[in-house]
């Protein structure tokens, strides 16, 4: 699992305009171009063993999976407050 280091990264990118959002893939055909689930692992090359523990975490906790939430209508920045409100706050224990 991702450490709360690697979670600020994380959210830091997906925060950052140089990266575009991409639904249905891990990555898009451009460079820059991420889901939120890809962009860990393909933009921050942090280990994706590491982020699916995470996402899985993250399901057990919410009922909804990184994707979903990324293919929906939730944006990086929205994702990115749930991420922190989750992992870094620890709303929900």
Known sequence: MLNKKQIRKWCRA???PKYKQ???KFFGEKKNEYCAQGLPVY???L???EVLDT????YLKTDFSISQ???SNFSFN???DIL??????????
């Open 55 to 58: 996402t899985w975490y993250f």
């Open 47 to 49: 280990a994706i063993n």
């Open 14 to 16: 997906l925060r950052n």
């Open 78 to 80: 929205e994702i990115a």
């Open 69 to 71: 939430l990324n293919d």
């Open 43 to 45: 933009a921050l090359n």
């Open 22 to 24: 991409v639904k249905g």
């Open 84 to 93: 922190e409100a989750i992992y870094l706050l620890e709303v929900l224990k």
